[in-house]
C-alpha cells in the first residue's frame, strides 16, 4: 500500500481558515470512517486531533474539524493562532491485514 | 502525568541490533494495544508493529517482519521493540503509541520518539 497523499504544505494568516487534504484510495480512505489526524511540532510529541474521520477527543478545540468525501478526507482548522503551526498527518485504518493503517506524508502549516 | 518515554536508539552499524524501550505512565498499561510507529526522513510516518494487551498477539509491517520483536512487560508498564539486522532504511525517529480503545489503530498518546540511526 502506498502512503496518503497530503499537500507538502499549506499556510494561512491568523484568525483565517485553512483546510488539509488526505487523498487514499478506495482501499483505506474509502472504504472506512476511521480516518485520524495528528499534530506534531517537531521535537515533541504528536497529538491525536481527529478520530473516526470527525470525531474530537476530549481538550481539542471545537476550530478543528474534520470531514470525508470519498477516497478524500480533510482536516479544517478555523481561526488560525500562532500555536498552529505544525506538521500534520492524516491516517486511514486499512483492514485487517498488516500495515493495519497508513499515514499520509504530512503537511506543513505555516502561520504566517 | 500520563507519558510514554521511549529510550534505546543510537548510531549502529548495518547488520547490528538494537533494543527499544518504552517506559508508560499514569495509565493502566495493561488495558491497551500498544505500538511503534516510525518516521524516516523525508517520508511519511510507518506503523512498524503492535502487541495485544496480553502480549499474545502480535503483528509486524512487512519490511520489519522477521527481524523484529515487540513484546512487552505489563508488570513494569513497559514496551520494547529489538531490531536485527538493522538496514539503512531501518534510520528513523522510532515512536511509542497507545492504541485508543474509541477506534480500530487511532494512537491517542505518543512518546516524544528516540532515533535510530543506521550505518553502513
Known amino acids: 500500500q502506498s502512503a496518503l497523499t497530503q499537500p507538502r504544505s499549506v499556510s494561512g494568516s491568523p484568525g483565517q481558515s485553512v483546510t488539509i487534504s488526505c487523498t487514499g484510495t478506495?482501499?483505506?480512505?474509502?472504504?472506512?470512517?476511521?480516518v485520524s489526524w495528528y499534530q506534531h511540532h517537531p521535537g515533541k510529541a504528536p497529538k491525536l486531533m481527529i478520530y473516526?474521520?470527525?470525531k474530537r477527543p476530549s481538550g481539542v478545540p471545537d476550530r478543528v474539524s474534520g470531514s470525508k468525501s470519498g477516497n478524500t478526507a480533510s482536516l479544517t482548522i478555523s481561526g488560525l493562532q500562532a500555536e498552529d503551526e505544525a506538521d500534520y498527518y492524516c491516517?486511514?485504518?486499512?483492514?485487517?491485514?498488516?500495515?493495519?493503517?497508513?499515514f499520509g506524508g504530512g503537511t506543513k502549516l505555516t502561520v504566517l | 502525568e500520563v507519558q510514554l518515554l521511549e529510550s534505546g536508539g543510537g548510531l549502529v552499524q548495518a547488520g547490528g541490533s538494537l533494543r527499544l524501550s518504552c517506559a508508560t505512565s499514569?495509565?493502566?498499561?495493561?488495558?491497551?494495544?500498544m505500538s511503534w510507529v516510525r518516521h524516516a526522513p523525508g517520508k511519511g510516518l510507518e506503523w512498524v508493529a503492535n502487541?495485544?494487551?496480553?502480549?499474545?498477539?502480535?503483528y509486524y509491517v512487512d519490511s520489519v517482519r522477521g527481524r523484529s520483536t515487540i513484546s512487552r512487560d505489563n508488570a513494569k508498564n513497559s514496551l520494547y521493540l529489538h531490531m536485527n539486522s538493522l538496514r539503512d532504511d531501518d534510520t528513523a525517529v522510532y515512536y511509542c503509541?497507545?492504541?485508543?480503545?474509541?477506534?480500530?489503530?487511532?494512537?491517542?498518546?505518543w512518546g516524544q520518539g528516540t532515533v535510530v540511526i543506521v550505518s553502513s
Open positions: 491516517c486511514s485504518y486499512a483492514g485487517v491485514f498488516t500495515p493495519f493503517v497508513i
Open positions: 478506495s482501499s483505506d480512505v474509502g472504504s472506512y470512517n476511521y
Open positions: 473516526d474521520v470527525n
Open positions: 503509541a497507545r492504541e485508543s480503545p474509541l477506534s480500530p489503530r487511532a494512537f491517542d498518546l
Open positions: 499514569g495509565f493502566t498499561f495493561s488495558d491497551y494495544w
Open positions: 502487541i495485544r494487551q496480553d502480549g499474545g498477539d502480535k
